[in-house]
């Protein structure tokens, strides 16, 4: 729908961004908030397999792993990570943080795409989407590992000034 708005109306193109981000982000929170009352149920749709995967991925990187999901195309199992996020109690500012972020960038990339090409833009979205996606995504994770690891190191540093 957003595609096909922003190609007709190319000037409204970030209105429509911001409320296909928006209404995502309400209905992942609302999803989370079931998921945390009765969220396990849900869960048993999915293989047991896939659900270690996915509460591996959130104990190892908590809220970067949601952010990821959100970015990426489908079919990955984005609502996995958002049943499972409720279900393991990740922080919901922090969750709501990620998906809007994440939501953003995808449903920017979607309605520039459509405001510049038109009706090419679903053929160009199709063909290369996969590989701009699984390379935000990397990027992403590149991002918070350098991060992570300067943190680690000016504490460190610190550590070794102060003994």
């Known amino acids: 729908m957003l595609m096909l708005l922003a190609a007709a109306r190319p000037s409204w193109m970030l209105i429509y961004v ?17 998921s945390k009352r009765a969220g396990h149920r849900a869960l048993n749709r999915f293989s047991e397999s896939k ?24 079919p990955f199992p984005f609502k996995l990570f958002v049943v499972s996020a409720g279900v393991f109690r990740l922080q919901l500012v ?9 939501r953003t960038f995808r449903y920017l990339l979607e309605g520039y795409l459509a405001a510049r090409y038109g009706e090419h833009a679903k053929e160009i979205l199709a063909q290369y989407y996969p590989v701009i996606g699984i390379g935000v995504a990397v990027l992403i994770i590149v991002f918070f590992v350098a991060k992570n ?9 610190v550590s070794g000034v102060e003994s």
């Open 18 to 34: 911001a409320s296909a981000t928006f209404g995502s982000t309400a209905g992942c929170v609302g999803l989370y908030l079931i």
């Open 51 to 74: 659900q270690k995967r996915v509460k591996d991925l959130l104990d190892r990187y908590d809220v970067l792993s949601v952010l990821v999901a959100s970015v990426l195309p489908p």
């Open 94 to 102: 922090r969750f709501t943080i990620a998906i809007a972020i994440g």
């Open 149 to 157: 690891l300067l943190r680690r190191n000016q504490t460190e540093q």
